[in-house]
Antibody, heavy 120, light 110 residues
Framework: EVQLVQSGAEVKKSGESLKISCKGS????????IGWVRQMPGKGLEWMGI????????RYSPSFQGQVTISVDKSLSTAYLQWTSLKTSDTATYYC?????????????WGQGTLVTVSS | QSVLTQSPSASGTPGQRVTISCSGS????????VSWYQQLPGTAPKVLIF???QRPSGVPDRFSGSKSGTSASLAISGLQSEDEADYYC???????????FGGGTKLTVL
C-alpha cells in the first residue's frame, strides 16, 4: 500500500524553528515528486511547493518562496518542510502529497496532516 | 483569493444530482488537466477525479468529472449523506509554474 506518514503535531512559539517530516512507503520514493499543502484553520488548500527526491529539484509557490524550505533524504524516503523563524500566521495543518503523473498530474495519496500551532 | 474559482457552497437532498463548478484560465484549466479532492470533516483530502474525468479505484461511479475550455465540473449523482464534505478542484498553472487550487465548495446534504 502506498502511504505517506507525517510527523506528529507541534506546538511552538513565534520565532522558533521547526522541521516536520513525511515518510513515503510502498512505492519507489525517488521517482515521484513530493509536495506540501497548507490548510489554515477553517480555510482552503494552498500549494506550497514540491521536490523531486531523485535529484532534489525544488519548486516553490511564489507565496511561500523564502518563507519555508523543502528538502528530502531519499535514503530515508523522507521529505521535510522547515521554518527558521515561525510566525503566528504559520498556524495551520500541513499535508504532504505524492504527485502522480508528473508536474501536471494529481495528488495521491495525502499524508494524514501535521498540525502546527504557533503562539506568541 | 484563489486562482481557481468555486462557489463556496452547494446543497442537495438525498438521491439528487448536484454539480460543483471550477473556473480557471488559459494558463491552468485551459491547458492542463483537472483533479478533484474530497475532504470529509476532520480528515485529509483524497482524490476523487484525476485527468479531468478519471476515477481512482474505489471511488463510486456516482462521482464524475468533466472539462470544457477553462472550466471544469464535478457531478455527484444519487446524493448520500456521507457525501457531505468540502470539495476542491486543482490544476497545474503554466504561468505560476505550480499547482493551484480552487477555494473549495462545502456540500451540504439536506
Amino acid at each position: 500500500e502506498v502511504q505517506l506518514v507525517q510527523s506528529g503535531a507541534e506546538v511552538k512559539k513565534s520565532g522558533e524553528s521547526l522541521k516536520i517530516s513525511c515518510k513515503g512507503s510502498g512505492y519507489s520514493f525517488s521517482t515521484y515528486w513530493i509536495g506540501w499543502v497548507r490548510q489554515m484553520p477553517g480555510k482552503g488548500l494552498e500549494w506550497m511547493g514540491i521536490i523531486y527526491p531523485g535529484d532534489s529539484e525544488t519548486r516553490y509557490s511564489p507565496s511561500f518562496q523564502g518563507q519555508v524550505t523543502i528538502s528530502v533524504d531519499k535514503s530515508l524516503s523522507t521529505a521535510y518542510l522547515q521554518w527558521t523563524s515561525l510566525k503566528t500566521s504559520d498556524t495551520a495543518t500541513y499535508y504532504c502529497v505524492r504527485a502522480v503523473g508528473g508536474t501536471s498530474g494529481w495528488f495521491a495519496p495525502w499524508g494524514q496532516g501535521t498540525l502546527v500551532t504557533v503562539s506568541s | 483569493q484563489s486562482v481557481l474559482t468555486q462557489s463556496p457552497s452547494a446543497s442537495g437532498t438525498p438521491g439528487q444530482r448536484v454539480t460543483i463548478s471550477c473556473s480557471g484560465s488559459s494558463s491552468n484549466i485551459g491547458s492542463n488537466s483537472v483533479s478533484w479532492y474530497q475532504q470529509l470533516p476532520g480528515t485529509a483530502p483524497k482524490v476523487l477525479i484525476f485527468s479531468n474525468n478519471q476515477r481512482p479505484s474505489g471511488v463510486p461511479d456516482r462521482f464524475s468529472g468533466s472539462k470544457s475550455g477553462t472550466s471544469a465540473s464535478l457531478a455527484i449523482s444519487g446524493l448520500q449523506s456521507e457525501d457531505e464534505a468540502d470539495y476542491y478542484c486543482a490544476s497545474w498553472d503554466d504561468s505560476l509554474n505550480g499547482w493551484v487550487f480552487g477555494g473549495g465548495t462545502k456540500l451540504t446534504v439536506l
